[in-house]
């Protein structure tokens, strides 16, 4: 029987090798990447449709989230990247930090993405003057260099530092720069909803001492008006931030600052309303115009590339920046 099977398939393979050759080439083409990324234009999301708020105001335009897609480093989709003027090669090192990869990249952006819904609520909230309640924060380990020795894993909040309790990385960093090297640091964690003991040494770097790991600070809070956010899995990073506190404000407040215009826009926002900046500036414009936007937004340092490319290619979209939220926030008033 095995015989029988085994001269089919032989038989099989003979006369249609050179078609399982050509699918075999084909599937190699597209699967195996390449040490390479591939930006193109990408989109806007509107955030009416992610962000409400309890009892919150109507509002007649829209604050929309723009965002760059990103491609695997496949060589079709390289090939054709020489053909398309915005489709642009990075090298995969460019946009991962040295000694991580892709996963814990992810996962580094994923909780930068909590970290800027936070900053965005809390900004929205005390522009408004509504009321929230900070109750807790929680500091997550999300990068460890190469020349840790720790056994740290990314992700793990931090509760205390040699017995003494931390809220901030600055707090962390105050414990740990006042330690000499080659010192072992015991770390309470929160580790999958389960606290934890970990270890990490520290050692010198240019005069000053570090135990080779960065946090991410978000918060637990209650507000007033209740707001809720929705994200998907395969969402990450910070840029958003600004445009989320944005649509949050509007909605707390009786003033519609969107005056029924489409306004997309990008841009990080820290707790203390610091609007930063963000990568890939081209394709999100390029995106907000394809949306058919009215304003876009950015941060101050992404202006005058905004500007450059919106006149390279026409564009008519008004263009406008700033570096505080309170600052942008008189801007579209004003407008």
């Known amino acids: 029987m095995f015989t029988k099977i085994y001269e089919k398939i032989k038989a099989f393979i003979k006369e249609n090798y050179k078609s399982l050759i050509v699918l075999l080439i084909v599937f190699l083409l597209f699967t195996v990447e390449l040490p390479y990324r591939i930006y193109t234009p990408g989109g806007a999301i509107n955030l009416n449709d992610r962000i409400t708020v309890t009892n919150g105001e109507d509002v007649s335009g ?138 990490a040494k520290t050692y010198e770097v240019e005069g000053a001492t570090k135990i080779g790991v960065s946090l991410t600070t978000t918060y637990n809070y209650t507000t007033d008006p209740e707001v809720k956010i929705k994200s998907k899995s395969s969402e990450m990073g910070s840029s958003g931030g600004l445009m989320m506190s944005l649509t949050i404000y509007n909605k707390l407040v009786k003033e519609d600052i969107t005056k029924g215009k489409t306004i997309v826009g990008t841009g990080t926002i820290d707790i203390d309303g610091n609007i930063g900046e963000i990568g890939g500036v081209k394709y999100k414009l390029i995106g907000a115009v394809k949306n058919k936007a009215d304003i876009f937004i950015c941060p101050v340092e992404n202006y005058e590339e905004a500007l450059n490319v919106a006149k390279e290619k026409d564009y008519k979209i008004k263009i406008i920046s700033a570096k505080t939220f309170p600052e942008i926030l008189t801007k579209l008033k004003e407008l």
Do not use: H
Request: glycine share 4%; hydrophobic share 40%; charged share 30%.
């Open 62 to 199: 829209s604050f929309n989230m723009a965002y760059v897609s990103m491609m695997k480093g496949t060589i079709p989709f390289l090939l054709i990247s020489k053909i398309i003027p915005d489709w642009d090669i990075v090298k995969k090192e460019d946009i991962t930090i040295e000694g991580e990869d892709l996963d814990e990249m992810m996962l580094r952006e994923r909780l930068s993405l909590k970290e800027s819904q936070d900053a965005a609520v809390i900004n929205a909230y005390k522009a408004a003057g509504k009321k929230l309640t900070i109750n807790s924060t929680n500091n997550c380990v999300n990068y460890i260099t190469e020349e840790a020795d720790t056994n740290l894993l990314i992700g793990d909040n931090i509760v205390s530092a040699n017995g003494i309790k931390i809220n901030s990385f600055d707090e962390l960093k105050s414990i740990i720069e006042k330690l000499p090297p080659n010192e072992k640091v015991t770390l309470k964690v929160i580790r999958a909803d389960k606290e934890k003991t970990a270890y």
